[in-house]
Structures are given as structure tokens and as C-alpha cells.
């Protein structure tokens, strides 16, 4: 189990560095990026919330750089398409976020683990063409890779295996906003504490401090680097 991010085209993006992200079409968020990587996930997240300001939000900035961040620091609530991708190495079979799905909601997943009251309960990602659903029947988790369909690939899982790949999510989302903080202290400077304050309020986690220079400017690695989570189903 992954916390993946929707990509979006780098194309014709020049406000700080970006990579493609392969034929997938997510982005996996973890403590292992690279520098490029992190850039790209943090222009995924503005991307999602680069709506023109109405109501009480202020104007856009004129400056391309500020423009371009201001939803993510101006909106009240935010968005980041993705969600948690799950392979069962087993059978190869691939359950993706839907089209509906967003970072900003995974913590639904705990209702399938948390509470007697638990049984029963559906969560739906999606809609047609594809609709990914998680529903929790006894003891067992079964993701259905696309509920319209009567023969579609499914992934079960015990409750208690579910449980442990969503503390594997929070460690590789940990991970990531320690990334991000360093890499905002050196791509945006003047900027960083707000953009990662942004981050980690999409993500629900608290914000990590943001150093007053890259640790990639000094030795070792970033203070509370968390490695990248696996183990399967992942």
C-alpha cells in the first residue's frame, strides 16, 4: 500500500525542477525521492488547487511564482488527486485511486479497521469508466478493483493487514514532508514554511520544521528521516 499522488504533464513547467512520472500515472510519496521528485509532488498538490480566487480570497499575485502557489496557500480547504494504491504481489492484481479520490480523504480508511461498528461499511473512489471499492465484510478487507464490473479482480485482506500497511502510509507520508521542508528551504525560499504548512494540512500530519538551509548542503540526512515503507499486500 502506497499514498500516491495523481501526476500531472511537466511540460512547459519552469518555476523550479520536475520529472515525469512514468506510464502509471501516479507518484508515489515516500522518504526515499529525489530532489525532482519532490518537486513534482509539490506541483501535483498546487496544480490540483490552481483555481482562479472568488469570494473572500484574495487576487492573484502578478509574480508567475506566487501565482501559481496561491491556491495552495490561500484556499481554506485543499486538494491533492491520489490516494492509497495497493498491489497483491500474490496475483498481481492493482487496486488504484478513483477518480473521485483524493490524499486529503484517506484517512476514511480507518473506518474499515476502526470499531466493532466497522462491518459493513463502503467506501467508493470512483465512477464509471472505473470504480475502485474497499469494503470491510467480517474480518476481511476486499478491495474491488471496479465494482461495474461482475468479474473484476478483487484484493482481501485481513482487518489487522490492513491496519499495519496504513501505519506503513503515515511513515511514508512522514517521510515525504521531511523531504519537502528541506526541499522548499532550498526551491522557495521566503516561501517554504507557508508552502509546507500547506502540505502537511492536505496530508493531515503536522508540519515538520523547515531548516534554515538543505541538509544536502551539509552531511547526513535530514533530523527524523523516516525510510520508505514496504512489505505486501503493498
Same mark, same amino acid.
Given at each position: 500500500?502506497?499514498?500516491?499522488?495523481?501526476?500531472?504533464?511537466?511540460?512547459?513547467?519552469?518555476?523550479?525542477?520536475?520529472?515525469?512520472?512514468?506510464?502509471?500515472?501516479? /507518484?508515489?510519496?515516500? #522518504? !526515499? %525521492?529525489?530532489?525532482?521528485?519532490?518537486? +513534482?509532488? =509539490?506541483?501535483?498538490?498546487? @496544480? $490540483?488547487? *490552481?483555481?482562479?480566487?472568488?469570494?473572500?480570497?484574495?487576487?492573484?499575485?502578478?509574480?508567475?511564482?506566487?501565482?501559481?502557489?496561491?491556491?495552495?496557500?490561500?484556499?481554506?480547504? /485543499?486538494?491533492?488527486? #491520489? !490516494? %492509497?494504491?495497493?498491489?497483491?504481489?500474490? +496475483?498481481? =492484481?492493482?487496486?488504484?485511486? @478513483? $477518480?473521485? *479520490?483524493?490524499?486529503?480523504?484517506?484517512?476514511?480508511?480507518?473506518?474499515?479497521?476502526?470499531?466493532?461498528?466497522?462491518?459493513?461499511?463502503?467506501?467508493?473512489?470512483?465512477?464509471?469508466?472505473?470504480?475502485?471499492?474497499?469494503?470491510?465484510?467480517?474480518?476481511?478487507?476486499?478491495?474491488?478493483?471496479?465494482?461495474?464490473?461482475?468479474?473484476?479482480?478483487?484484493?482481501?485482506?485481513?482487518?489487522?493487514?490492513?491496519?499495519?500497511?496504513?501505519?506503513?502510509?503515515?511513515?511514508?507520508?512522514?517521510?515525504?514532508?521531511?523531504?519537502?521542508?528541506?526541499?522548499?528551504?532550498?526551491?522557495?525560499?521566503?516561501?517554504?514554511?507557508?508552502?509546507?504548512?500547506?502540505?502537511?494540512?492536505?496530508?493531515?500530519?503536522?508540519?515538520?520544521?523547515?531548516?534554515?538551509?538543505?541538509?544536502?548542503?551539509?552531511?547526513?540526512?535530514?533530523?527524523?528521516?523516516?525510510?520508505?515503507?514496504?512489505?505486501?499486500?503493498?
Amino acid at each position: 500500500m502506497q499514498p500516491v499522488l495523481e501526476s500531472r504533464s511537466p511540460d512547459g513547467f519552469g518555476l523550479w525542477p520536475v520529472t515525469g512520472t512514468g506510464p502509471s500515472g501516479f /507518484l508515489p510519496l515516500n #522518504g !526515499g %525521492l529525489s530532489p525532482a521528485e519532490v518537486g +513534482t509532488a =509539490v506541483m501535483c498538490v498546487a @496544480g $490540483c488547487n *490552481d483555481i482562479d480566487p472568488d469570494g473572500d480570497r484574495p487576487p492573484r499575485p502578478a509574480d508567475a511564482l506566487d501565482s501559481f502557489l496561491h491556491g495552495l496557500l490561500t484556499f481554506d480547504t /485543499l486538494f491533492a488527486a #491520489g !490516494g %492509497l494504491r495497493v498491489v497483491d504481489d500474490s +496475483t498481481g =492484481v492493482v487496486f488504484l485511486p @478513483g $477518480c473521485c *479520490d483524493g490524499l486529503e480523504d484517506r484517512r476514511d480508511w480507518y473506518r474499515l479497521v476502526d470499531g466493532d461498528g466497522a462491518d459493513g461499511v463502503l467506501l467508493g473512489f470512483g465512477h464509471a469508466p472505473v470504480s475502485p471499492v474497499a469494503e470491510r465484510i467480517g474480518d476481511v478487507v476486499r478491495l474491488t478493483v471496479d465494482s461495474e464490473l461482475s468479474d473484476s479482480p478483487v484484493i482481501e485482506s485481513s482487518v489487522a493487514g490492513i491496519r499495519r500497511l496504513l501505519a506503513g502510509v503515515e511513515r511514508d507520508l512522514a517521510g515525504f514532508l521531511l523531504l519537502a521542508a528541506d526541499w522548499a528551504s532550498g526551491h522557495l525560499p521566503g516561501r517554504a514554511a507557508p508552502v509546507v504548512a500547506a502540505l502537511a494540512r492536505v496530508l493531515d500530519l503536522p508540519a515538520p520544521p523547515v531548516p534554515t538551509r538543505p541538509w544536502r548542503a551539509r552531511r547526513g540526512r535530514p533530523s527524523g528521516y523516516v525510510p520508505q515503507c514496504r512489505g505486501g499486500p503493498e
